[in-house]
């Protein structure tokens, strides 16, 4: 089992920074592909990043290519989400999600942090 905790959320400015944490526990990361959801309200859970388990491939939505990062440290058992040129479309709750194969499809994602609410004003 592994347990998923998020953190680093808050309110920020348009055009302002924030960076995510997940930090996990139970086993360790190593092995897992790891990614960042996230829901704003009324919307359906949307896939933002993802990072394989050596942490040398990643991929992004397009909404945030070139905007965010997502990079991981296994020695640490953390992933981050580092989020630059926020808008208020990026706001919504955002989950760090861990799967032994793909976390591509959310449906089949076996670990789910509890969530971290983000919030950009304009």
């Known amino acids: 089992q592994v347990q998923l905790a998020e953190s680093g959320g808050g309110s920020v400015q348009a055009g302002g920074s924030l960076r995510l944490t997940c930090a996990a526990s139970?086993?360790?990361?190593?092995?897992?592909?790891m990614g960042w959801y996230r829901q704003a309200p009324g919307k359906e859970r949307e896939f933002v990043a993802g990072i394989n388990w050596t942490g040398d491939n990643t991929i992004y939505a397009d909404s945030v290519k070139g905007r965010f990062t997502v990079s991981r440290s296994n020695y640490e058992n953390t992933v981050y989400l580092q989020m630059n040129s926020l808008k208020p479309e990026d706001t919504g709750i955002y989950y760090c999600?861990?799967?032994?194969?793909?976390?591509?499809?959310?449906?089949?994602?076996?670990?789910w942090g509890q969530g971290t609410q983000v919030t950009v004003s304009s």
């Open positions: 999600a861990a799967d032994p194969g793909t976390v591509l499809v959310p449906s089949k994602v076996d670990y």
């Open positions: 139970g086993r360790t990361l190593r092995s897992l592909a």
